[in-house]
């Protein structure tokens, strides 16, 4: 069974600093991988999806890395802004059911 | 504009009861999923569609049922059987036209009381 790992769990930083979230994942064998965005009581927010074939994708400050043979994936945020502040997930979509398997996510806090 | 809806946003239930979480999607997606979403932790699926009138159990179906007699619609229903349904209800789908990206609704809290 799929299994998706995140950490850390939560990260405060100041603002202008570039930071890195990590997930990695136990069965190689996925379709794509995708990162999302969640703010307090509200859904989620697609913000890149790296197809197995891909090695990164990249949109305005955000940067998404992923390694399937080490079954590991990195978001980098440049230039952090406070509206960074949210939860970040990231989820896999993968087996015979193409099942999307989430991790637990970072809570991310930028500071003014 | 095209998305997903989910209603209410908000819904108590008494103990015993059951209760229909609605999703709608405009966005010709054959698939469609249910996730559940506890205080500080991720998500776990509790029912998945890949095309309609087919749907599959996830992680959690227990005390839960759907039905999926139109692409467009696939709504929840939380019997008196699920022992523990507060929660955050999320509904998304996906569609191979845009590239498989999942797309969430808003989400519906259901508290018992």
């Known amino acids: 069974k799929q299994e998706v790992t995140q950490i850390p769990a939560a990260l405060s930083v100041p603002e202008g600093e570039n930071l890195v979230l990590n997930c990695s994942f136990t069965?190689?064998?996925?379709?794509?991988l995708q990162w999302f965005r969640q703010d307090p009581g509200k859904g989620l927010t697609s913000l890149l999806l790296i197809q197995s074939s891909q090695r990164e994708q990249t949109s305005g400050r955000l940067n998404a890395s992923l390694d399937k043979s080490s079954g590991r994936s990195t978001l980098y945020i440049a230039a952090s802004q406070p509206g960074d502040s949210a939860t970040y997930l990231c989820?896999?979509?993968?087996?015979?059911?193409?099942?999307?398997?989430f991790g637990s996510g970072t809570q991310l806090t930028v500071l003014p | 504009d095209g998305g997903i809806t989910q209603s209410p946003k908000y819904l108590f239930r008494k103990e015993g009861q059951n209760v229909t979480l609605s999703c709608e999607q405009n966005l010709n997606h054959d698939a469609m999923y249910w996730y559940r979403q506890d205080p500080g932790q991720g998500l776990r699926l509790i029912y998945y569609?890949?095309?309609?009138?087919?749907?599959q159990k996830g992680d959690i179906a227990e005390g839960y049922s759907v039905s999926r007699e139109k692409k467009e619609s696939f709504p929840l229903t939380v019997t008196s059987a699920q022992k523990n349904p507060t929660a955050f209800y999320l509904c998304a789908s996906s569609g191979q036209h845009s590239g498989n990206t999942i797309y969430f609704g808003e989400g519906s809290w259901l508290t018992v009381v």
């Open positions: 569609s890949q095309i309609v009138n087919d749907f």
């Open positions: 989820a896999v979509l993968g087996g015979s059911a193409r099942q999307l398997t």
């Open positions: 069965d190689s064998a996925i379709y794509n």
